[in-house]
């Protein structure tokens, strides 16, 4: 039997959020069964230099079609159908954010299976979406509230299949008092969270709670790219001692292993399935969350690790009272989040899933 030939697509290694998973399903999927490809509009970007690591084709081509002139966009559509089939794709399966729907009707014409990922809590454009997901050959969702709020007409299309980690990239750490030139004493408390600095991650609200609790054994490291006006505006705003605004970096776990509470303060129901409080659960770091989509998800066996969205107070209430647990009952949600993560989001879980369904379209 011949390989079934999928195309990746997706935006850019840059700025795109599904980098990392894109390249993870790329690097674990069975190569035996399928031959993947990757598609991007640029080169952009350190990570895309690991990409290219991964001895794959990759398409440097634009899936998506402006509608205006509507006249002439069967027309232009037509470069996309023919990039299918001169390829023979056998499925297409988009990690693009957007709602235009130039990818699926370009498969459509050219015979190709087309799945695609919802990945975030809303609708760009309704329409746009919806003739999107008619389009569709499967749809897979991050979350079970996804499908009662849009796919409730399409049930038939959607998968549920949650984002994994690999566990041996991310293994337990063994906590340390230091990390990128920073040392912290033993009575120091270390919060940290990794996030690319964006408003609806909701960072002011830590910070706001931080800033209630008694400075100086408190610590609050910020990591992601914080290029942008939201992220210069939090730093130009909090010059403090106990505040650390540390720029995106590759490998996280150095900061997880300094870690006391890892915190996702996420403001809005936004994000289908964030990664990051995943990884920190791997790791060993005890994750406290807002309740919005998503986040209740990853914390759904920890309903006691969650805040009201957009609470200081309550964010400062549960800071404190992981502050106050005993070496005992820290390391039992620690152990109790790591088997968590092993139960329901390992990425080998994660893959089979994957291949399961492209296997089941085909």
């Given at each position: 039997?011949?390989?079934?030939?999928?195309?990746?697509?997706?935006?850019?290694?840059?700025?795109?959020?599904?980098?990392?998973?894109?390249?993870?399903?790329?690097n674990?999927?069975?190569?035996?069964?399928?031959?993947a490809?990757?598609?991007?509009?640029?080169?952009k970007?350190?990570?895309?230099?690991?990409v290219?690591?991964?001895?794959?084709p990759?398409?440097?081509?634009?899936?998506?079609?402006?509608?205006?002139?509507?006249?002439?966009?069967?027309?232009?559509?037509?470069?996309?159908?023919?990039f299918?089939?001169?390829?023979?794709?056998?499925?297409?399966h988009?990690?693009?954010?957007?709602?235009?729907?130039?990818?699926?009707?370009?498969a459509?014409?050219?015979g190709?299976?087309?799945?695609?990922?919802?990945?975030?809590m809303?609708?760009g454009?309704?329409?746009?979406?919806?003739l999107?997901?008619?389009?569709?050959?499967?749809?897979?969702?991050?979350?079970?509230?996804?499908?009662?709020?849009?796919?409730?007409?399409?049930?038939e299309?959607?998968?549920?299949?949650?984002?994994?980690?690999?566990?041996?990239?991310?293994?337990?750490?063994?906590k340390?008092?230091?990390?990128?030139?920073?040392?912290?004493?033993?009575?120091?408390?270390?919060?940290?969270?990794?996030?690319?600095?964006?408003?609806?991650?909701?960072?002011?609200?830590?910070?706001?709670?931080?800033?209630?609790?008694?400075?100086?054994?408190?610590?609050?490291?910020?990591v992601g790219?914080?290029?942008?006006?939201?992220?210069?505006?939090?730093?130009?705003?909090?010059?403090?001692?106990?505040?650390?605004?540390?720029?995106?970096?590759?490998?996280?776990?150095?900061?997880?292993?300094?870690?006391?509470?890892?915190?996702?303060?996420?403001?809005?129901?936004?994000?289908?399935?964030?990664?990051a409080?995943?990884?920190?659960?791997?790791?060993?770091?005890?994750?406290?969350?807002?309740?919005?989509?998503?986040?209740?998800?990853?914390?759904?066996?920890?309903?006691?690790?969650?805040?009201?969205?957009?609470?200081?107070?309550?964010?400062?209430?549960?800071?404190?009272?992981?502050?106050?647990?005993?070496?005992l009952e820290?390391?039992?949600?620690?152990?109790?989040?790591?088997?968590?993560?092993?139960?329901?989001?390992?990425?080998?879980?994660?893959?089979?899933?994957?291949?399961?369904?492209?296997?089941?379209?085909?």
């Amino acid at each position: 039997m011949s390989k079934i030939k999928i195309l990746f697509t997706i935006p850019n290694f840059n700025t795109a959020g599904s980098g990392k998973v894109v390249y993870d399903l790329v690097n674990n999927i069975d190569s035996n069964k399928f031959e993947a490809h990757i598609c991007c509009k640029n080169k952009k970007g350190s990570f895309f230099k690991e990409v290219e690591k991964l001895n794959v084709p990759i398409h440097i081509f634009d899936t998506t079609e402006v509608r205006s002139p509507i006249f002439t966009y069967l027309f232009r559509l037509f470069r996309i159908v023919k990039f299918f089939k001169i390829n023979k794709f056998d499925i297409v399966h988009s990690w693009n954010w957007s709602s235009d729907f130039s990818e699926p009707l370009a498969a459509r014409i050219a015979g190709v299976k087309y799945v695609y990922t919802k990945k975030a809590m809303s609708w760009g454009s309704p329409k746009s979406w919806k003739l999107r997901s008619y389009l569709s050959t499967a749809i897979i969702v991050l979350n079970s509230d996804m499908i009662p709020l849009f796919f409730s007409k399409i049930k038939e299309k959607t998968h549920l299949i949650y984002l994994g980690v690999d566990l041996k990239k991310f293994p337990v750490q063994k906590k340390t008092r230091s990390v990128n030139k920073l040392k912290f004493s033993k009575t120091d408390f270390v919060i940290v969270t990794v996030a690319n600095l964006v408003p609806i991650k909701g960072i002011e609200y830590l910070i706001a709670a931080v800033n209630l609790i008694d400075k100086p054994s408190i610590k609050l490291l910020i990591v992601g790219n914080n290029k942008n006006e939201y992220g210069q505006k939090l730093i130009h705003d909090n010059e403090s001692d106990n505040i650390h605004f540390i720029d995106k970096v590759l490998d996280v776990k150095p900061y997880h292993a300094v870690a006391d509470v890892f915190v996702i303060p996420t403001k809005t129901s936004w994000e289908g399935m964030p990664v990051a409080p995943i990884e920190a659960m791997a790791s060993g770091c005890i994750v406290l969350g807002s309740e919005v989509e998503g986040v209740t998800e990853v914390l759904q066996s920890f309903r006691n690790c969650m805040f009201p969205k957009k609470n200081v107070e309550a964010i400062v209430y549960k800071l404190m009272k992981i502050k106050r647990m005993n070496e005992l009952e820290k390391k039992t949600l620690e152990n109790s989040m790591r088997n968590e993560v092993e139960r329901l989001f390992n990425f080998d879980t994660c893959i089979d899933n994957h291949e399961k369904l492209y296997q089941k379209i085909v």
